[in-house]
Nanobody
Framework: QVQFVESGGGLVQPGGSLRLSCAASLRIFRLYAMAWYCQAPGKERELVAGITGGGTTKYADSVKGRFTISRDNAKNTVYLEMNSLKPEDTAVYYC???????????WGQGTQVTVSS
């Protein structure tokens, strides 16, 4: 069964940066569109950014120009570079398949991002 292991979260001040990583146990990783999602307390999980196997990206309006999604198909890993972080970015961040293209796999533990002074 597919597994996703997220890492890289932490506590950061407003305006700071973090880089999240996600290792996926997909057999042919490059065939799958991947995505990062976030879930803030009391809110539903929502898509933050997505990337196809060929590298085409998409972003939620709230993170455009601040976050960058990328992937390394040789390492079965997807990344999320987060810059100019805001308190409203505080959430648990998860990676998974892009729900617009594939059925979602089992969710991993996620990684907590807290933006606070």
């Amino acid at each position: 069964q597919v597994q996703f292991v997220e890492s890289g979260g932490g506590l950061v001040q407003p305006g700071g940066s973090l880089r999240l990583s996600c290792a996926a146990s997909l057999r042919i990783f490059r065939l799958y569109a991947m995505a990062w999602y976030c879930q803030a307390p009391g809110k539903e999980r929502e898509l933050v950014a997505g990337i196809t196997g060929g590298g085409t990206t998409k972003y939620a309006d709230s993170v455009k120009g601040r976050f960058t999604i990328s992937r390394d198909n040789a390492k079965n890993t997807v990344y999320l570079e987060m810059n100019s972080l805001k308190p409203e970015d505080t959430a648990v961040y998860y990676c998974n398949l892009d729900s617009s293209r594939h059925s979602i796999g089992r969710w991993g533990q996620g990684t907590q991002v807290t933006v606070s002074s």
